[in-house]
């Protein structure tokens, strides 16, 4: 059986390898129930789900495509993350579910505050006795969640940046914080792109399921002396994936 899910995902593909044009008239609720044989409800469903992904808007004339200059691209996000430059886009807005201290001796009662990954000491080169910054945030347009963000920072950095402990967005972003700090930084950021599933944790904060595809950019930025001072791991949604062309 067909459900209002498989075809939001076929149309949202549509829109976003741009087979359905900004602008253009979706079918009618009775007509896109005909092309995939299912009930009107279901049908009504779908479109409603495209409307929660902020990939088209409905009047009263009818359901249209999206404009994409309302609607920023995930490679135009992916960008935005690499390069820091974290300012919020018009109609988006964030969400810090954690900005704190994170390791051993740090008193959480959260896993992921109290163990921080091998990676992310031998990446940033602190031994994993020692605390580091720890931000978690997700950013949303309008109700349609984009990504899930993790950043660590070492000690000396956040001592220069407390706002990083605080949990409410920087709008202008990390780097530029970092930056009017007085840290210099070094050549750019060292990127890699990885596709995987998602985590237990990712799938709750992003309301999707576990094992769900993902991609994750994971960058490291550097001062001039070359000690790392930030290290980001930002994770995309699957129907968020199919427009990336990089």
């Known amino acids: 059986m067909t459900s209002y899910r498989d075809i939001a995902d076929r149309m949202a593909e549509e829109i976003l390898l741009q087979e359905l044009e900004q602008g253009s008239r979706l079918p009618s609720v009775r007509d896109l129930a005909a092309q995939y044989a299912v009930s009107a409800k279901t049908a009504h469903a779908a479109i409603r789900e495209l409307q929660g992904r902020g990939l088209v808007r409905s ?9 994409f200059q309302s609607i920023p691209t995930p490679a135009e996000r992916l960008e935005r993350a690499l390069t820091g430059a974290g300012a919020l886009r018009p109609m988006e807005r964030g969400h810090v579910s954690y900005a704190g201290w994170a390791g051993p001796d ?58 990083l402990l605080v949990a409410e967005p920087i709008v202008q972003g990390t780097l530029a914080a970092l930056a009017e700090a007085g840290i210099r930084f070094g050549a750019p950021a060292q990127t890699h792109l990885t596709a995987r599933r998602a985590t237990e944790r990712e799938a709750r904060l992003m309301g999707t399921a576990v094992d769900d ?15 790392p001072v930030e290290y980001v791991e930002t994770v995309y949604r699957e129907m968020e994936i ?5």
């Open 242 to 246: 199919l427009s990336f062309n990089l």
């Open 213 to 227: 595809p993902v991609l994750a950019a994971v960058s490291l930025r550097e001062d001039a002396e070359g000690t």
């Open 59 to 67: 009047y009263r004339g009818g359901t249209i495509v999206s404009p």
């Open 106 to 163: 740090v008193a959480s009662d959260d896993w992921h505050v109290r163990h921080v990954h091998q990676d992310v000491y031998d990446v940033l080169k602190l031994t994993p006795d020692v605390r580091v910054g720890r931000r978690e945030y997700v950013i949303y347009h309008r109700k349609r969640l984009i990504s899930l963000t993790v950043s660590w920072h070492p000690a000396a950095v956040v001592e220069r940046v407390p706002a």
